[in-house]
């Protein structure tokens, strides 16, 4: 199965590192296409996992997420800037749209997010505004 973050790699290849271990997570951009896979396979336990534990979302909120991402049909995403959020970083940045089609009308996330080293590993922090 090709990666929902990137169609030219497979999922064993990519999200599924990240998925599966998320200390294996490299950089701010790893991260980020990482949640964005686990939002087109509906994987709220990666998604709360991959929040900051200081924004992390309700049990509630969690399961809104779920009924809406398995709601809509997502159809790209492309990274648009990154600043810092390498390994040896602590913070990092990540621009990016996804596009989805909800009710018959493509809709777009477009977001410059925040992300941080938490327990080791990155981990998404919030939107920028």
Known sequence: MNCPCDSQRLYK???AI???HINDVNTAQQL??????AFVMGDIDYLQRSHHSSKRPSKKEAREMKQWTQSVEWVKLEVLQTSHGLKDDLTGTVAFK????ENGR???IHEHSSFC??????VYLDALV
């Open 117 to 122: 080293k938490e327990n080791g590993h990155w």
């Open 13 to 15: 290849n990519c999200c």
């Open 32 to 37: 980020m296409r990482s949640r964005y896979s």
């Open 98 to 101: 996804a596009f989805y089609m």
């Open 18 to 20: 990240a998925h599966h």
């Open 106 to 108: 493509l809709e777009i």
